[in-house]
């Protein structure tokens, strides 16, 4: 998950968990691509702007990557400390080699 210079470990946590519980339900069983997905999460939570940055070339694989976002959604409001107005997220979606 692509989150560079974002000091808050445990709101990181927090996507990962949602991302996965919600991917592992629509990803097709035995894919062994990965594709990269962006969305920007607002300050109260709610996510926008989600697009597929590379496809994995499977169509069934980048969907339940893109639907895995949408179904997390929304998540917890940014951080207080956190000053800017949104978080844009480039998350890995992977399985296999």
């Not at 962006?38 to 069934?60: K, N, W």
């Not at 959604?73 to 890995?92: I, K, N, R």
Request: hydrophobic share 40%; glycine share 8%; charged share 15%.
């Amino acid at each position: 998950m692509g989150l560079p210079n974002f000091p808050y470990a445990w709101y990181v946590n927090i996507l990962r968990t949602k991302l996965w519980e919600e991917w592992s339900r629509w990803v097709p069983p035995g894919s062994q691509q990965n594709c990269l997905v962006t969305f920007v999460i607002q300050r109260s939570g709610a996510v926008t702007a989600i697009e597929l940055e590379r496809t994995s070339g499977d169509p069934l694989f980048d969907q339940g990557a893109l639907r895995a976002i949408q179904t997390a959604a929304p998540f917890p409001p940014l951080p207080e400390g956190f000053q800017d107005p949104t978080l844009s997220v480039h998350v890995e979606f992977r399985l296999g080699t």
